[in-house]
């Protein structure tokens, strides 16, 4: 069973404009991290954050974790057709090696 | 440094055959992973090894067996074909465990059963 879930399924925006993807999980996590896939390709890593941690950044990216609610956002702001991609949720347990991804979510950036 | 590599990118089984996907990594990582990846949906993880020598089932590992050949290759076998494993396969490794380390992912090997 999928542990992630990401909402919405798709996203489409105009170039410059922000993209908030938001992902719930169910059970206790080690950390949650974010993965991009372009069309045919395999995932990127974009960012972790630790359940320890409630906000991180990296460049356009902004991350929230919030474990009372076992959610997390996904922020990218002043998008750009190169951010066309889905965009994956994965969670590690704190056994550490068993990541479950989510369904993804598809951004549409255009230009 | 070509990361994560994946043989073949394309490959057509008959029901029954049997085959294996290659996977190596140059990036000294302990740990390698095979998942896969269906229409719409998130990867699912089959097996993973987390370090030489070692291997472990993951969510979905029946019809599948492993190898971790040395540090650098993991490969997947499928012993008798069925269409329900028709998917994208993909390897990736990681330094160590997910804890702290991200996953650096091959480009994925399309397989359809038929």
């Known amino acids: 069973s999928q542990q992630g879930e990401e909402d919405p399924q798709a996203l489409s925006i105009q170039e410059g404009e922000n993209a908030t993807m938001n992902c719930s999980y169910k059970?206790?996590?080690?950390?949650l991290q974010w993965y991009r896939q372009n069309s045919g390709r395999g995932l990127v890593h974009l960012i972790l954050?630790?359940?320890?941690?409630r906000e991180k950044h990296s460049g356009r990216l902004r991350v929230t974790l919030d474990t009372s609610k076992k959610s997390s956002s996904l922020l990218i702001t002043a998008s750009r057709a190169a951010d066309t991609a889905s965009y994956f949720c994965?969670?590690?347990?704190?056994?550490?090696?068993?990541?479950?991804f989510g369904a993804g979510t598809r951004l549409f950036v255009k230009a | 440094n070509a990361g994560v590599t994946q043989t073949p990118k394309f490959q057509v089984l008959k029901t029954g055959q049997s085959m294996t996907l290659q996977c190596a990594q140059d990036?000294?990582?302990?740990?390698m992973y095979w998942y896969r990846q269906d229409p719409g949906m998130g990867l699912r993880l089959i097996y993973y090894?987390?370090?030489?020598?070692?291997?472990d089932k993951g969510e979905v590992p029946n019809g599948y067996n492993v190898s971790r050949l040395n540090k650098r290759e993991f490969s997947l076998r499928l012993e008798s074909a069925a269409p329900s494993q028709t998917s994208v396969y993909f390897c990736?490794?990681?330094?160590?465990?997910?804890?702290?380390?991200?996953?650096?992912f091959g480009p994925g090997t399309r397989l359809t059963v038929t």
């Open positions: 090894s987390a370090s030489e020598g070692t291997t």
């Open positions: 954050i630790r359940s320890n941690e």
């Open positions: 990736a490794s990681s330094a160590r465990d997910p804890l702290s380390y991200e996953q650096y």
């Open positions: 059970t206790s996590i080690n950390n």
């Open positions: 994965a969670t590690v347990n704190t056994g550490g090696f068993k990541t479950i």
């Open positions: 990036m000294n990582h302990n740990s």
